[in-house]
């Protein structure tokens, strides 16, 4: 018997030896190279996919009144504008509107409200007479100016307001359609469009 046993016992040895093969260990340095290999293609892929950036250019932008001269105006009736067709910046946006704007004529009021002395520009965009440019008037509390040699086109108007609360206010671009009244109201903290 007990030779049974040692026959059965070396026979189950020798069929585990028979077995399947062990299962390989994963080596994690080689897991990680993979996953760094990855991600660097990835990257690399999605760098290459981004279109190129234009570079920018500096192209010259028309600034609707100069910021820096708020003393450079006149009484209510006077006009700022001189016969000038460009700037010494070169932009011909960048001054003074020409006595006699050509277009069809319209009439433009601006009243003081305001509880202080307003000190107007109005800025008109570029027309399709290639006109464009301010004028800048002083109107007292409770003045008004009529304008009466300007043409059809959009308005930016510009208020500093020297009163107990000195205030900056903008308002526009007001589109001047017609021939009719069109009316600029200054008031303490907003500029009203009054639609003839």
């Not at 026959?7 to 340095?29: E, M």
């Not at 303490?188 to 469009?193: L, R, V």
Request: contains cysteine; aromatic residues 8%.
């Amino acid at each position: 018997m007990k030779r049974f046993v040692f026959i059965t016992a070396l026979l189950a040895l020798l069929l585990s030896a028979c077995g399947a093969p062990a299962v390989p260990t994963i080596d994690p340095a080689q897991v990680q190279a993979s996953a760094v290999a990855a991600a660097s293609t990835m990257i690399a892929q999605t760098q290459a996919a981004i279109p190129p950036t234009p570079v920018p250019t500096d192209t010259p932008q028309a600034t609707p009144t100069p910021l820096d001269t708020p003393t450079a105006f006149v009484l209510p009736t006077s006009v700022l504008a001189s016969p000038t067709t460009s700037s010494s910046s070169g932009d011909p946006c960048n001054a003074p509107l020409p006595a006699d704007v050509p277009g069809t004529k319209t009439i433009i009021v601006i009243q003081n409200k305001s509880s202080g002395q307003a000190n107007v520009s109005l800025y008109l965009e570029k027309t399709k007479f290639g006109q464009c440019g301010y004028r800048g008037y002083q109107l007292p509390k409770g003045n008004s100016v009529t304008i009466t040699d300007l043409t059809y086109g959009a308005y930016d108007l510009l208020v500093w307001i020297n009163g107990s609360k000195p205030k900056t206010l903008r308002g526009g671009p007001y589109w001047i359609t017609s021939s009719l009244k069109w009316t600029l109201v200054i008031g303490d903290t907003n500029i009203q469009f009054l639609i003839p």
